[in-house]
């Protein structure tokens, strides 16, 4: 495709339900990022993929956040237990090589009630 | 911490005249600063950026200045477009590292 993909745009969910959220990068990009963004705030960084190793997972806030590339492409952003402070927009971005500008995709609106 | 701040959450401009919109940061291990612009709904689109080494970098209407004694960086979009109205975010990292950090954005109105 011709830029970042991500399923579904807009997800409910009860509290204490699980979701996964996915993400196709542009093809042929090396590097994958997922990053929330909360109301009125800049995104904030979660992971990272370098092909399918995660090297940096620094910003998962807890550990009900889960992602994984398993063919390093395609990468799914997986939330146990769902809590109302979950509730943000989760950007998935990719970048052709390992640093520089990244590519975001629209985003999944996610919305714990 | 926010590493990367963007002290005015709006501006407003009249088309035609110049936007600036700006941003700090605190971390001195920034090198490469960059701005992106976010339509409604939609995901952040990478707009122009700029590395350490340089202080200016300007692409059509679109100009980055970069004061890193300062730690301040700026992004002047002239004349201004109604359709350039959206949220800039300005997003900061190092060149060995892949964690961006990013501001809580500006939002942009250029009224026609």
């Known amino acids: 495709g011709a830029g970042v993909s991500q399923s579904p745009r807009y997800k409910v969910a009860k509290r204490g339900q699980d979701v996964a959220l996915r993400c196709d990068p542009i093809?042929?990009?090396?590097?994958l990022f997922w990053y929330q963004q909360a109301l009125g705030q800049g995104p904030e960084f979660l992971t990272y993929f370098q092909n399918e190793a995660q090297l940096d997972k620094s910003g998962l806030p807890s550990d009900r956040f889960f992602a994984e590339r398993p063919e390093g492409s395609v990468s799914t952003l997986k939330i146990q237990r769902t809590q109302q402070e979950d509730s943000a927009v989760y950007l998935c971005?990719?970048?052709?090589?390992?640093?520089?500008?990244?590519?975001f995709g629209p985003g999944t609106r996610l919305t714990v009630l | 911490d926010q590493q990367v701040k963007q002290n005015s959450p709006s501006l407003s401009v009249q088309e035609g005249r110049i936007s600036i919109l700006n941003c700090d940061y605190t971390?001195?291990?920034?090198?490469?600063f960059l701005w992106y612009k976010k339509y409604p709904a939609e995901g952040p689109t990478f707009l122009i950026s700029i590395s350490s080494i340089k202080d200016k970098n300007e692409d059509g209407r679109f100009t980055v200045f970069l004061n890193k004694s300062a730690k301040h960086l700026s992004l002047h979009i002239v004349p201004s477009q109604p359709g350039d109205s959206a949220v800039y975010f300005c997003a900061a990292s190092a060149l060995n590292n892949n964690d961006m950090r990013f501001g809580a954005g500006t939002r942009l109105t250029v009224k026609p």
């Open positions: 093809s042929g990009h090396v590097s």
């Open positions: 971005a990719s970048s052709l090589g390992t640093a520089g500008k990244q590519f």
């Open positions: 971390n001195s291990m920034f090198d490469y």
